[in-house]
């Protein structure tokens, strides 16, 4: 079983809707949780970061942590085709010898359509 | 913002030889990482730079065919040595800028296809 679970899609969406993406992982030593859009031939661009349970809002994107659940959301309002690119998430723990490194999802491919 | 560059952008290198892959941010960092990514996959760890002693190598890449240096707190570099078509992925460089708790940010990344 991977550390980190992600529903690699594709997901394609009408522009305007509410796009709602996941993880789940099974280390319960993550306390650092990241949301990366990555557009295609281009690097990883941070778009949210959270520690421990709770929500986090930043324009049209809101974040979610659930530890009780070891699952973390991400959900797109108003989606726009300019959303359209490939969304990871990312945890890390706080201490240890994996100080720093971060787990990665899979991925998820999204597509917003006008 | 900080900006994080990448040399080469890309590159096409024939089976048995080396590319070496520079990492270059324009602020001093606490710490740097050197991230692999093959066609279609998500992100895998190599190794994190230390500055001026040897890199800590995750499980399952060692550093015969990954040697890294970090000589200073704003530049590193990856080789990836004996290349062969396996190696074919995209190499990426990512820094912490405070505590190891902090964001974490990647450079552009480096296309590499190997022949």
């Known amino acids: 079983q991977k550390e980190v679970e992600q529903d690699p899609g594709p997901l394609s969406v009408p522009e305007g809707a509410i796009v709602s993406l996941n993880c789940t992982y099974s280390n319960s030593a993550f306390q650092y949780f990241m949301w990366y859009r990555q557009y295609s031939r281009k690097g990883p661009e941070l778009l949210m970061y959270t520690y421990s349970s709770g929500n986090k809002e930043d324009g049209r994107f809101t974040a979610q942590v659930d530890k009780s659940s070891k699952y973390i959301s991400l959900f797109i309002r108003d989606s726009q085709p300019s959303d359209s690119a490939t969304y990871l998430c990312a945890m890390k723990a706080a201490g240890g010898t994996s100080y720093g490194k971060l787990t990665f999802g899979q991925g998820t491919i999204l597509t917003v359509h006008p | 913002s900080a900006v994080i560059s990448q040399k080469p952008s890309r590159d096409i290198c024939q089976r048995g030889t080396s590319l070496t892959i520079q990492c270059q941010v324009d602020s001093q960092v606490t710490m740097m990482f050197w991230y692999r990514q093959q066609p279609g996959q998500s992100l895998t760890l190599i190794a994190t730079?230390?500055?001026?002693?040897?890199?800590?190598?995750e499980s399952g890449f060692v550093i015969d065919k990954f040697p890294i240096s970090r000589p200073n707190l704003t530049f590193s570099t990856l080789t990836v040595s004996n290349l062969s078509p396996e190696d074919s992925s995209i190499y990426l460089c990512?820094?912490?800028?405070?505590?190891?708790?902090?964001?974490?940010?990647f450079g552009p990344g480096t296309r590499l296809t190997v022949t």
């Open positions: 730079a230390n500055q001026g002693s040897e890199a800590t190598y």
């Open positions: 990512s820094v912490v800028f405070g505590q190891a708790r902090s964001e974490q940010y």
